[in-house]
Nanobody, 123 residues
Framework: QVQLVESGGGLVQAGGSLRLSCAAS????????MAWFRQAPGKEREFVAT????????RYADSVKGRFTISADGAKNTVYLQMNSLKPEDRAVYYC????????????????WGQGTQVTVSS
């Protein structure tokens, strides 16, 4: 079992920044790929970004590329999502996730989910 706990959500004005954190515990493993997803009201959960614990590469959804940065600190078992230049359409519940697959692009590939943290962007 892997437990994931997100923090750092909140209310921010458009153009502002937030940093989300995800603390992993339990049977964390370097073989897992970590990811962030988000779900806006009335919409399906969508992929945001992914990174291995080694931090050797990152992959982003086109909608956040150039604005969001995912990083991982293996020593602290923590994954981060730095979100800059936030837009009202970034409003959603953000979920930390862990997958055994090296390639993560959909919620179907996720094995463990955090409880989510709300991000609200005012215009």
């Amino acid at each position: 079992q892997v437990q994931l706990v997100e923090s750092g959500g909140g209310l921010v004005q458009a153009g502002g920044s937030l940093r989300l954190s995800c603390a992993a515990s339990g049977r964390t493993s370097s073989t897992y790929t970590m990811a962030w997803f988000r779900q806006a009201p009335g919409k399906e959960r969508e992929f945001v970004a992914t990174i291995p614990w080694s931090g050797g590469w990152q992959r982003y959804a086109d909608s956040v590329k150039g604005r969001f940065t995912i990083s991982a600190d293996g020593a602290k078992n923590t994954v981060y999502l730095q979100m800059n230049s936030l837009k009202p359409e970034d409003r959603a519940v953000y979920y930390c996730a862990a997958a055994r697959s090296a390639f993560v692009s959909s919620a179907d590939e996720i094995e463990y989910w955090g409880q989510g943290t709300q991000v609200t962007v005012s215009s």
